[in-house]
């Protein structure tokens, strides 16, 4: 169970693929269609004809592909069941059921998509059609809002309505732009031919991401427009990443904590954190980057591990600072309120830079456990929804990255001289929370998504006007272009990629 609830990586679904289908017939893709009948004998219809022997029962013996009609009964009938095909009663909530059919869903439709290229026609089409299916259940999650209805003798009252519930109405629209998004992006790499993969048996990768195929340049590496489209590209999904983190980690925290989550926390926060971590937070000079530093994050269990200490702890301190009477209850402790506020405050600061800079870690035991017991099923298609695109996302960005890193290794670059390059193209930046609606607002801002042949345009038309604009003979359709062009200078990083650049890189194991 808990698989479903950990960040699935796309990169490495398809290889425990084989075995997840043999093993469990529960958990099986949501897109397969229902096994043979199995048995050795074929039971009789009810007019006395036997059934056509191999077909699946579910299609009653029907020849060629099952229809959309089909394929859609048979996934909510397994949503009602609660995965649980014996129809004993036995099985998931219908938020859990939900949530595991999107997360299989965008995993046997990503999880076989390796390579820095667009999806193919049919498997794009697949993943539009079933994905909306599943998000046509929250047009029927509602609230009661108050109108005005006028009645036939001019009078107005005041009555209650039903309107389709607040964050899902503002969520969902944003979440599909950004998986419209997203799809756009792959689709931009068609027709290139600067880089290419390594195929079947010349694929000899032995590094962290052996399963990956190997990606190849010219000798003397890509063209500057190129590289100069390849980090616009990373920049774009980069925001449509921070985007989906930040209405993810939203919804998480609207989540209740379960109380089997707070049952299992110890009674004091110190005792969560051990007493190195414990000193660090309460001391009067503390720094969360000097903590970060000094702490051992070099295997992805590391930092997950930090992450359940850290956020335990912050639950602690908060039932306390809610706990009316201390002295009377058993939460209660010496600590001052302030003090005990300033604690929270500073574990909060030092998760939220964990996120950033750990994107691809799987989910904490306090997010798993608020998914396996949440009963809210709007919640439970937001959170799932946003978790494939933010790990859509970050899968489409570490495929740019490979691409740029067998540039800078054509080019005789070591890795201190490449990180050395990003930084003095970054500007330093402050860290800060990410919000949803702020972000969603730059990718509204942010231009088209471009090929790069619309790149290569827009890079010789801007500078033609650059030097009309110096000259003075550029006119007001000329100002208008200029303004709508990307600018081809440094792109300003995101605060995880500064991180990043100075050697403290997110554990790859999980991609």
């Not at 009645?151 to 519930?165: D, W």
């Not at 010219?218 to 489209?229: C, F, N, Y």
């Not at 985007?243 to 969560?272: D, R």
């Not at 998760?351 to 691809?360: T, Y």
Request: net charge negative.
């Amino acid at each position: 169970m808990v698989r479903f609830l950990r960040r699935h990586s796309l990169d490495k679904t398809s290889a425990h693929s084989q075995h997840h289908h043999s093993s469990s017939s529960d958990t099986a893709e949501m897109h397969e269609p229902l096994g043979n009948g199995g048995g050795t004998g074929t039971p009789p219809l009810p007019n006395g004809r036997a059934a056509a022997s191999g077909g699946p029962r579910s299609r009653l013996g029907r020849d060629g592909p099952p229809s959309d009609l089909d394929v859609m009964k048979e996934r909510f009938a397994k949503l009602l069941l609660g995965e649980d095909m014996s129809g004993t009663g036995k099985g998931v909530s219908s938020a859990l059921a939900l949530s595991n059919a999107i997360t299989n869903l965008a995993a046997s439709v990503f999880g076989e998509h390796r390579k820095l290229e667009p999806m193919a026609p049919d498997t794009k089409e697949r993943w539009k059609k079933e994905v909306g299916w599943l998000l046509s259940v929250t047009d029927h999650i509602v609230e009661f809002v108050p109108t005005r209805q006028t009645a036939e003798n001019g009078t107005t009252m005041e009555i209650m309505s039903t309107a389709q519930r607040r964050d899902l109405q503002m969520n969902i629209p944003a979440l599909r732009k950004l998986d419209a998004m997203l799809i756009g992006y792959m689709d931009n790499f068609v027709d290139q031919s600067e880089f290419w993969y390594e195929k079947g048996g010349d694929n000899k990768r032995d590094d962290d991401k052996w399963w990956m195929p190997t990606v190849k340049v010219p000798a003397e590496g890509l063209s500057e427009v190129t590289r100069k489209w390849l980090q616009y590209q990373k920049e774009c999904v980069n925001q449509v990443l921070k985007a989906a983190m930040a209405i993810n980690a939203q919804v998480l925290v609207e989540m209740e904590i379960p109380e089997v989550y707070i049952e299992s926390l110890p009674k004091k926060g110190k005792t969560s954190l051990g007493d190195a971590i414990y000193r660090s937070i309460t001391d009067e000079d503390f720094d969360p980057l000097d903590f970060l530093e000094g702490m051992d994050l070099s295997t992805e269990h590391k930092v997950l591990d930090l992450k359940n200490r850290i956020e335990a702890s912050t639950i602690i301190w908060k039932r306390k600072m809610q706990t009316k009477q201390e002295a009377k209850s058993s939460w209660g402790s010496i600590i001052s309120f302030e003090k005990r506020e300033q604690f929270e405050e500073r574990a909060e600061t030092i998760l939220h830079l964990l996120k950033l800079q750990f994107p691809g870690t799987p989910q904490s035991q306090l997010d798993i456990s608020k998914i396996q017991y949440n009963r809210d099923v709007g919640y439970a298609i937001l959170e799932s929804y946003s978790r494939v695109l933010e790990s859509l996302a970050y899968s489409v960005m570490s495929r740019i990255e490979d691409v740029l890193g067998a540039d800078a290794a054509a080019q005789n670059l070591t890795a201190t001289e490449a990180a050395r390059r990003v930084v003095e193209a970054a500007d330093a930046l402050t860290a800060r929370k990410l919000d949803a609606k702020e972000e969603l607002e730059k990718l509204n801002e942010a231009p088209a998504s471009m090929t790069l042949y619309d790149f290569m345009g827009w890079h010789f038309d801007q500078d033609e006007l650059m030097r009309r604009k110096e000259e003075g003979t550029l006119d007001e359709d000329g100002e208008a272009k200029l303004k709508k062009a990307p600018s081809l200078a440094p792109k300003k990083f995101s605060y995880v990629d500064s991180l990043a650049a100075g050697g403290m890189r997110s554990p790859s194991a999980r991609h």
